[in-house]
């Protein structure tokens, strides 16, 4: 279990996150979703070790990681999937995601990690060698979500996976996620597509102003009609 326990992060003196308790439990999918500027994005880099918290407490099966280095995370079995893609455009697409294989256990299974990746991504077995650059941006985001799963990891964060891609391939990203929650990985979702996001997961949390404002199980938050329409975007 991943617990998020009263953490604040702060920008200076502005606090992007404040008093936020979430937990994913092993094997489970959460979605956290909110109008643009909740403060989704922080709270999920919090989560990987990349944005300190001020206050409150990260714990990971019982163990406080708050305070642990960034590779520290990695150690612990968390990925993460960052908005954007962050891909090396000049690397070729299989050193890219090598790269996410770096840790000693991970190094040890990189071929067959690698296999698995281009099973759930069968566009990219024929793009290994190509320069990520010149890939689309569907595949640009494949290869960030492959290049995470070859880490290996117990927790899977995704801040905002669909940003910017087809319809058409957000139903294949989606359907990666799918299955690799499928195969045990818990998963937590950062998604601006609410009405996808809410299909997949088992609990979700509504993030506002830096504040959880609701949470619960997706038919449990739809069916609240001012929940709806102030932050699921929907009537």
């Known amino acids: 279990m991943y617990e998020v326990s009263n953490v604040a992060v702060h920008y200076g003196a502005a606090a992007a996150v404040a008093g936020v308790h979430l ?48 590779h520290r995370f990695c150690d612990r079995g968390i990925a993460i999937v960052p908005e954007g893609r962050r891909l090396f455009a000049g690397l070729s697409v299989r050193e890219n995601l090598e790269l996410g294989g770096y840790r000693a256990a991970a190094r040890a299974a990189r071929a067959e990690s690698l296999q698995r990746v281009c099973a759930l991504f069968p566009a990219l077995a024929e793009r290994l060698d190509a320069p990520a650059g010149a890939l689309s941006g569907g595949q640009q985001q494949m290869v960030a ?50 009405a996808m996001a809410l299909q997949l997961a088992r609990r979700a949390y509504v993030l506002d102003e830096g504040r959880i404002a609701a949470e619960g199980e997706p038919g449990t938050l739809l069916s609240q009609p001012q929940i709806k329409k102030a932050y699921l975007g929907t009537q």
Request: hydrophobic residues 50%; glycine residues 10%; negative net charge.
């Open 145 to 194: 979500i492959g290049r995470a799963l070859m880490a290996r990891p117990r927790f899977l964060l995704l801040d905002e996976p669909s940003l910017g891609l087809s319809p058409m391939i957000v139903q294949d990203v989606f359907r990666a996620v799918r299955e690799v929650n499928a195969a045990g990985v818990a998963v937590l979702l950062v998604e601006q597509n609410v």
């Open 23 to 70: 937990r994913i439990d092993a094997g489970e999918l959460v979605v956290v979703v909110g109008p643009n500027g909740a403060g989704k994005s922080t709270l999920i880099n919090a989560m990987a070790g990349l944005h300190a918290v001020a206050q409150g407490r990260l714990v990971v099966d019982g163990q406080d990681i708050t305070r642990e280095p960034p």
